[in-house]
């Protein structure tokens, strides 16, 4: 091969690798003084004991650019509040059975499709991660984790639900009110019971979604948001948040989190801590499901 082309085929290949890196994640101009000043006005309950929380967000689908501000969130509520210490990490050996037992909660934050893709011991994590939850430790779920797992039924079944779409897209007004009867509810009782209004992308959810198998918190009206094509349920059954009991462990889901103001949100910060605190078994709330 003549030199000329050896440098051109060296420069494609620099290329390529750049191509393939991705741009490094960000949280936008100004996220850490608003999720700040968000945080001023939330009230933790206070720690039983010293935790530790894994914030995880490896993805094999689409990936949000949300991601980054939520890291940011989590970091700034375990500093200010003291709440918990958090772990942010993407690493899968954090999953093995001799790791794992260092945590006291994970959350998914926006994962998507085969989180545990690529790893040579994939069943070995899965059942792992369900043995953590089973055995009274806690699970959040934010935004995207529905939209994870659709080979591991058992997940979904622990999740309530699978994302089938989001008719109402990031750009959209949604309408989201408190269940009636949990106005009260330490997980959303910082909506005082009064609706709330944002853009925001909301998730419509398949098989095996059952509201009546979870304590459901948040739903959307889609009468009161904006009209929009595409959606499934003739039963207009779009919930947004629920908690359940899942073995002896404690999960809690919230829809909210594509758009990134949600995480500076003063109510939906205050929505995450409290189910990351009803998870860690550190807030009293009721749920019988």
């Known amino acids: 091969m003549k030199p000329s082309l050896l440098l051109s085929s060296g420069f494609l290949a620099v290329l390529l690798l750049v191509a393939a890196t991705p741009k490094e994640e960000r949280a936008p101009d100004g996220a850490v003084e608003k999720i700040t000043a968000a945080l001023d006005g939330v009230t933790a309950a206070k720690p039983k004991a010293k935790r530790t929380v894994l914030v995880f967000s490896r993805t094999a689908g689409f990936r949000h650019a949300s991601i980054a501000t939520g890291k940011v969130m989590f970091e700034e509520m375990a500093k ?3 709440a918990f210490e958090v772990v942010i990490s993407d690493d899968l050996t954090n999953f093995e059975p001799a790791k794992i037992s260092r945590f006291d909660a994970i959350v998914f934050l926006s994962t ?5 893709h690529g790893a040579a011991n994939e069943k070995e994590l899965q059942d792992s ?16 984790a529905t939209d994870t797992f659709y080979n591991w039924p058992e997940y979904g079944e622990m999740m309530n639900g699978y994302f089938d779409g989001h008719p109402w897209t990031a750009d959209k007004n949604v ?4 269940e009636p009867g949990k106005e009260e509810h330490p997980l959303v009782v910082m909506f005082e019971g009064k609706p709330v209004e944002f853009k925001e992308e909301i998730y419509q959810f398949k098989d095996p979604y059952d509201s009546n198998k979870v304590d ?3 739903r959307l009206d889609p009468k009161k948001s904006d009209p929009v094509q595409g959606m499934k349920r003739e039963d207009n059954d779009y919930g947004v948040a629920w908690a359940r009991n899942w073995g002896k462990g404690r999960v809690f889901y919230t829809s909210l989190g594509h758009n990134h103001d949600m995480y500076w949100n003063p109510k939906v910060v205050g929505h995450y801590l409290a189910g990351i605190q009803w998870a860690l078994g550190d807030l ?3 749920v019988t499901h």
Do not use: R
Not at 112 to 116: G, L, R, S, V
């Open 175 to 178: 309408h989201i009110y408190v």
């Open 284 to 286: 009293e709330a009721q």
């Open 112 to 116: 998507t499709q085969n989180a545990f």
């Open 129 to 144: 991660l369900m043995s953590f939850v089973k055995s009274g430790k806690g699970f959040i779920g934010i935004h995207a």
């Open 216 to 218: 459901m918190l948040l």
């Open 80 to 82: 200010k509040t003291d």
